[in-house]
Each structure stands twice: as C-alpha cells, then as structure tokens.
C-alpha cells in the first residue's frame, strides 16, 4: 500500500518531526502540546534549491511519457539524463515515473534557458532532485511530515465508510479499522447503531492531509459487545490489544492435522490423478491415514457441514469477515459440528478419509480470503501474543490514559460533519 510506503520512507530518511496534539472542534478541552520526535535533517521547501536565480515551471507526467522525454524537451544533454540515470540507480528507478505525478523545472534566466534544476514528485512525501548545473547530482529530498493527533466518532445508519466519509475522514481509516478489528467484528455485518470512536494520527506535508499514520486507540460498540484496541509498539512492531493486554490479532493453525505431510500443494494447474486432466488446485493436501483428527486452524462458526460429489465429507469454517477455512473428504465429521456451531481453534472437527473425489486418504485443505481460495503458507498471518510481562505494566499506563481519553470523547450524529477537524 502506499501509505505503509511512504511510512517506510519516513522513518529511514527523516527530517524534522512534529508532533502537534491538536484538539477537534468537539473537544476543545485539551491543551495543545508539541513535542520533537526525530531531528535528521532539516529541508526547506523549494527542495533546497536558491530560487532567486531560476524559472520554475510546474508540469505533470503525460500519459506514456518517459524522464527522457521530458528532460529533451528541455534541451537536456543526452550525456547528462545518462548520468542522472546511473546516479540515481539506488535512489528512485526513473523507469517508474507515473503518470499525472507533478514535475518541477527551474531554468536558467539567461538567454540558453537551459535546465538547473529538475524535481520528480514520488510521492507528496518523497521528490527525486535532479541538479543539472554543474555535475549532474541527483537526491532524494523528504518533505517534512507533521503528524496531527485526530478523534471522530460516529453512530453508524448504514456504513462505517459512509459514517466516516459523511465527516470527511480519509478512507484509509476505514481499512485501517477493518484491519485492526479483523477477528472481533465483521465489517461486513456492521449494524445500524453501532458505535465508534477512533484516536488516530495523521500525516500532514504543507498543511495537506496525505494519510493515515497509524490508530492510537479505538473504541467499537459492535452487536452490544464493547471492544478496545490499544496500540502498543514492542519490537519496532505497532500490535494492538484489548484492555487485558490480550493482542487482537489470532494465528492460524500451520495445518489442520499434526504429524502431516503434504502431499499436494496450492497450484494453479496440477495433473488431478483421478480425473486425469491438468485443473487448478486450490487447496493444500495433507496426507495422513484414515481417521487422523481434523483440526480448525482457527476460531469460528460452522457455516457447512455437508457432502457434496467432489468434496465429499467437507466443512467450512468462517473465522471473521476476511477469513474462512475448508476441510474436503473426511471420513466422518466430528460429532455435534454442524452449521452454526461455535469452533476453537484446534478442535477437532472431523477425521481424514477419502470421500468425494479423492485418491488415497488426505485432508484437502482450502483456505478463503475475501472470497478468493489462497495460499495459506503464502500469507503473512501475525502472530497473537499477549503482551510480554515486562512490558505490562508500560502498557497499562499507557492503555489507562488512552481508555480515558476515549470516554471523554462524545458520540456525534453522522449529520453532524463538524467532528472531524480536517
Ligand atoms: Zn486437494
């Protein structure tokens, strides 16, 4: 994703960080405070370039055109676009300008009118300086970054997107939320008088919002349940918890049987040795002999438990809104599982056998995500530590302020689009 991109680049290459606690219009109790995060190096906005001396023009990246075109137009040395090209290698590849990215060009005043200086926009955050004057120098310029400390809060009518759009909050916080909340709610089932409230930070360069940087704390009222996530940074790693220091995120299962093999992989063209013709096969197959336990990978609801001519005894398993599982020719399913029966993970759900389409005994294993069959050992599915002990008590602190902070805030009418302080 981008933003996670650009975040990247932030930290790496850093300047000058503010971070500026702001108040939104419903809450004007809080006192603003500025603290410094990070000093690195400080760059003015003209990308570090005497203006006094040059033309500046603003351009953007036409459909199908290239860096050299753009520098020919202005009568740029083919010997000095090579040298920016091999100068800038390690910095940005020239070959991935975008079209409708903006471009600077800062020409000489004198009568050759030739180009000085040449500025590629990467991103609102990141520009490639291009010095034409002399040598040809190229670098890579980071525009400072002001984080703002952000609340909304909403009562939702129809969606948790239309709720926060109605208040002109980035969407990017909609994924953000889904992401975090991903085991706990299913945004897909999101009811009419839900609740939210949402701490968050926001990237700002030249007083523009460019992106969500991360959510400090949340607030979700879900089907009367209440449920916290507390950001929490171990390890260089931003995790989130619930008020018991418990991580949100839950793990998989690595396969569904222990003491397995596999003995076909997830492949989009495999020769099916039953039906002796090359097909897509979707799953993982574990073999193992008849009768060897079957386990859910993860907790969730039953949504089948069924026979079918192919799959033969098989189960499906929705873990939330982006994740569901699936267990194709059991010998026999285990008893009392059937749909709408809560699972754990590593319960036993039914038993290897070669039912349906199937040779010799085997569990084939077929992971969902957002409705597309997955590689599961291509996924990166985070690890659901608790917090460290030695961390627990930072993290109480640190959760005690943010739960106060959260009940302070007051739940706003989605009509009412003066809550987000944008
Ligand atoms: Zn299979």
Known sequence: ????????????????????????????????????????????????????????????????ETLSKILLKYK???NKIYQAQILSKNLFDLRKIIYGHKYYSYSSTDNSNSLQYFVYEISPIDYLVINFKDT??????????????????GVIKNSLYMSLAEQNVDPGLVINLSEIYAWQIDFYRIMEGDKYKVIYEEKYVDDKPVGINKIIGAEFFHRKENYYAINYKTNNKNEYYDEKGNSLQKTFLKAPIKFSRISSRFTYRRFHPVQKRYKAHLGTDYAAPQGTPIHAVGDGIIITAAYSKYNGRYIKVKHNGTYSTQYLHMYKIASGIRPGVKVK??????YVGHTGLARGNHVCFRFWKNGQQVNPLKQKIPASKPIVKKYLDDFNRLKEKIITELKNIDFVENNNTSTASL
């Open 345 to 350: 993970q590593g319960q036993i759900i039914g």
């Open 1 to 64: 994703m981008k933003n996670s991109k650009v975040f990247t680049l932030i930290i790496s290459g850093l300047l000058l960080v503010l971070f500026i606690i702001t108040t939104t219009s419903n809450k004007p109790k809080e006192t603003p405070a500025i603290i410094i995060v990070k000093s690195v190096k400080k760059i003015n906005t003209e990308f570090g370039i005497d203006t006094s001396a040059v033309v500046k023009q603003i351009h953007s990246v036409k459909r199908n």
């Open 76 to 78: 740029t040395p083919y």
């Open 136 to 153: 040809v120098s190229v670098d890579l310029i980071h525009k400072k970054i002001v984080l703002k400390k952000k609340i909304v809060s």
